[in-house]
């Protein structure tokens, strides 16, 4: 890590603890943010200068407090929730005095961020921001939305947890399960999926992967309990170790069977499996403990050189039976073609709903593959065409533009 | 609704069309791209434009019209082409927008277009 990400790391850190705090009690996120937004960018101004202070939450407080103030003194609007939020800012001082501090409270914002009457489709935006403290134009621009349309969704689900008065508390146990399920997959969500499962995974995500780790360990950190929240820091930091190979050094992508996995990284992958042991011995299979569990499969190449695909396709069997997703059922397909035969995985790409897969990229990518290792020539390259029609990367189009290429050419030269 | 996809292109961009073997990596790309949109249903309209240096610009003055060679805007990146797509809302199409195959030198302008019946076209102006 340079000085500059430790410098932004301890800044959010002690912004997400921070806005956890005050919008925990004084129950209006949107002020507690508005009151440390400067405090925020003049930290990491600031930090990045004469480094990170002794006391980072001490030092953003201070600064947010005079801006409460200020706000208080000379507002046109009345906000509120202001009462509530000096008193927060006072008690806050008070906990940042003694020795445990400030406490981290950032659980509450993961659980209202993926709340059920939060629209599934701005959680993850949500966590983005209040956790982590990224501005609504960044996430715009990764999540392909207007940046107008973005920061006015996040603001109508802002008024949304105060106006319905959604509790900030984390859920009982009775109920944790099915909100940390809801919270781990709008993590996952940041993280980008299907990178490794078929030649066609959306590489659009990539700029948000290390804060997608980052509140994986954040979750794992708060809740050691729970084995999916490890299964889904194994899962990414499986992915994560492939990195340096997804790429050659002309920038073209390398699919993972063709990978040198001498550019793997066995650190993080002796990390995931280490998360992944210990979510195991909790005895309750989950999701992304799947997920992570094919990776690991993947991983094991770089120790006994091949990939079992009867593991991986089991897997992923049982996989599809809890989550049904299109790119689980791609993927269970693209391992059955290994493990099975191109037939078989192209039976099951013919039980996907049609109407998704019209506009689903990994699925004309893995078609296209299976129709060229048919033989099927000139279906496969109608696949290929739509795949590449579909693509939003360019070193994924490029790739499967070299593919159709050789295909083309190869059976121009085949004899009738 | 319509939306237009505008597309903007460098000089650099425009004056590669002359060279066939980009040309040629170009429709690879650019060719399945038309296609997916034709079988997702979505096309209204659409053209590519010849280079800038093709149009011819009128002006209304105050002494009346003048026209010139060359495009309208004097600016680095001209209009190449476009697409009038008809999608449910802006989300889907910044969606077919990023799929669109661009090389450094492109961009891509995402705009409603007007409502196209009479009705609701008159209104929106009178509101407006």
């Given at each position: ?81 202001m ?161 340096a ?85 791609v ?8 493990a ?5 995985a ?8 049609k109407?998704?897969?019209a ?13 060229a ?10 696949a ?33 | ?83 009038i ?28 277009n ?15």
């Amino acid at each position: 890590m340079d000085a500059h990400e430790i410098v932004e790391r301890a800044a959010r850190e002690s912004y997400g603890r921070l806005l956890a705090f005050l919008s925990a009690r004084s129950r209006d996120i949107a002020a507690a943010e508005d009151a440390l937004a400067d405090a925020f960018s003049a930290a990491l101004v600031n930090w990045s200068h004469s480094g990170v202070p002794a006391n980072p939450e001490a030092w953003l407080l201070t600064a947010a407090r005079r801006r409460l103030i200020d706000v208080a003194r000379h507002q046109q609007v009345r906000v509120q929730s202001m009462p509530a939020l000096l008193f927060a800012a006072e008690e806050a001082e008070t906990c940042i005095m003694e020795p445990t501090g400030l406490g981290d409270e950032r659980l509450k914002l993961l659980f209202i961020s993926a709340h059920p009457l939060i629209d599934a489709t701005i959680r993850t935006p949500l966590m983005l921001q209040t956790v982590l403290g990224i501005d609504a134009a960044r996430i715009a621009s990764v999540f392909c939305v207007s940046p107008a349309a973005m920061a006015r969704r996040l603001t109508r689900a802002k008024a949304r947890i105060r106006e319905a008065g959604i509790p900030f508390d984390p859920p009982g146990s009775d109920d944790l399960i099915p909100r940390l399920d809801a919270v781990l997959e709008a993590v996952y969500a940041a993280y980008g999926t299907g990178w490794d499962a078929v030649a066609g995974g959306n590489s659009s995500l990539r700029g948000l992967a290390p804060e997608a780790v980052y509140l994986a360990r954040l979750i794992v950190a708060l809740l050691p309990n729970e084995p999916e929240a490890r299964g889904l820091l194994a899962l990414m930091l499986h992915c994560e170790a492939r990195q340096a190979a997804r790429r050659d050094g002309r920038g073209a992508y390398v699919p993972l069977a063709d990978q040198d996995c001498a550019l793997w990284s066995g650190s993080l992958a002796a990390e995931a499996e280490q998360q992944l042991a210990t979510a195991s011995r909790a005895g309750r299979i989950g999701r992304f403990q799947l997920e992570a569990a094919i990776q690991s499969v993947h991983a094991q190449r770089a120790i006994n050189g091949y990939t079992d695909w009867e593991a991986v396709s089991l897997l992923y069997g049982g996989l599809v039976e809890i989550a049904p997703t299109l790119g689980a059922r791609v993927g269970r397909a693209a391992a059955i073609a290994e493990a099975r035969g191109a037939e078989a995985a192209l039976a099951l790409l013919w039980e996907l709903p049609k109407a998704v897969a019209a506009t689903y990229q990994p699925y004309w990518a893995l078609k296209a593959h299976l129709l060229a290792r048919l033989g099927a020539i000139a279906d496969a390259l109608e696949a290929y065409d739509r795949a590449i029609g579909l693509s939003d990367d360019a070193a994924m189009r490029d790739f499967l533009i070299g593919r159709a290429g050789e295909l083309a050419s190869s059976s121009q030269c085949r004899p009738h | 609704m319509h939306y237009s996809l505008l597309f903007y292109q460098t000089p650099e961009v425009f004056s590669a069309r002359a060279d066939p073997e980009k040309r040629k990596a170009f429709h690879a790309a650019f060719i399945p791209y038309v296609k997916a949109m034709h079988d997702a249903g979505i096309i209204v309209a659409g053209a590519g434009l010849e280079k800038p240096d093709a149009a011819t610009s009128i002006r209304l003055g105050d002494s009346g019209h003048h026209v010139q060679d060359g495009p309208y805007a004097d600016t680095k990146e001209q209009l190449a082409g476009f697409f009038i797509i008809d999608v449910p809302d802006l989300d889907a199409a910044l969606k077919w927008a990023s799929r669109y195959p661009a090389e450094p030198g492109f961009g891509v302008e995402v705009r409603p277009n007007l409502p196209e019946d009479r009705e609701t076209l008159l209104k929106t102006m009178a509101d407006g």
